[in-house]
């Protein structure tokens, strides 16, 4: 896949089958636009291009607005790339875009620059300058300007009845399956192991500690869940803790991955985890014996699980 970080870095000697969007999470609902698009172009006549834009929209056009993304884009990168798609232009958004009139969005950067033999796209899809363009104007200016317009209908997006916000929900209540039942994979998070306090191993739980770069990036509820990574190759499941550590005093938001069959060392690589399951809230022991007792009690729990899914 081609990455091209701003739409004048663009360039092919191919006109283009387009879609747009945020795409935040790459959920099964944006697959079903995805997969059309690569369909469209299987001919080989024409190329595949994703539009996106970071910063997220309202993180520019909303003051106050505290959203946080389900993909960064590194991980929106390696999930549109395994899905197919030739060509991503990820738009750096401010204020200067937004206040592009849609007729000006259509003619200099859909026709002029990208080319587009034909656009996909939902139904309900709003544009331009204070989005006051909707599906009805692009259709007028694609018989204008010479170019395809396709859209999703509201009968085909309905069968699916997800969205973005609906998988953050269900992440923030720590709804694990619904949200990867939207996503179509495994929720994961991505980042580096950093070296922590080491007082998981006075209690026979050594933990991976996960530092994330990117503060945008959606952190599930905090508890402890069922995760697993690939390390040298093979699955290896593990316990997750989010939160702040109240039995030893912590007052940072902190990730640590007990691997339950996994001796190595870690520190300094980037881990993938992957959020299979939620099994109980953070809370506060009285003293690491009774810590200790309960991890007992949620390893159990999760290799219980763990065996049911294998």
């Known amino acids: 896949m081609k990455i091209f970080h701003s739409i004048k870095d663009f360039s092919s000697n191919k006109k283009t089958i387009l879609t747009l969007g945020t795409f935040d999470g790459v959920h099964i609902g944006h697959k079903k636009i995805l997969d059309k698009l690569i369909q469209s172009t299987q001919l080989n006549e024409f190329e595949s291009l994703v539009l996106t834009f970071f910063p997220h929209p309202r993180m520019v056009l ?11 884009i590194p991980e929106k990168v390696k999930l549109l790339e395994a899905i197919g798609i030739e060509n991503l232009v ?17 003619s200099s950067i859909l026709v002029d620059q990208f080319r587009i033999q034909k656009i996909i796209i939902g139904h309900d899809h709003r544009f ?125 938001l902190s990730i640590e991955v007990n691997y339950l069959d996994y001796e190595g060392d870690l520190y300094g690589q980037e881990l993938t985890v992957y959020i299979l399951k939620y099994i109980r809230l953070e809370q506060k022991f009285e003293s690491l014996e009774l810590l200790k007792s309960q991890l007992e009690v949620d390893k159990a729990q999760a290799l219980s699980y763990i065996e049911g899914i294998e």
């Open 128 to 252: 331009g300058r204070n989005r006051t363009a909707d599906i009805n104007d692009l259709i007028g200016f694609g018989e204008k300007y010479g170019f395809e317009v396709e859209q999703i209908s509201v009968q085909e997006l309905n069968t699916i009845s997800v969205s973005s916000t609906k998988v953050r929900k269900a992440i923030d209540e720590g709804d694990m399956q619904l949200a990867n039942n939207f996503l179509g994979y495994d929720y994961f998070l991505t980042g580096t192991v950093v070296t922590g306090k080491q007082l998981g191993r006075t209690i026979g739980f050594p933990t991976a500690n996960i530092q994330i770069s990117e503060d945008y990036k959606l952190i599930p509820l905090n508890g402890v869940y069922v995760v697993k990574s690939i390390l040298q190759n093979k699955i290896i499941y593990g316990l997750m803790n989010v939160g702040f550590r109240p039995t030893v005093g912590g007052e940072e």
């Open 90 to 106: 990820i738009h750096p958004f401010d204020e200067s875009f937004s206040r592009l009139t849609a007729e000006e969005f259509v």
């Open 62 to 72: 909303q003051e106050k607005s505290e959203i946080k993304l389900l993909n960064t």
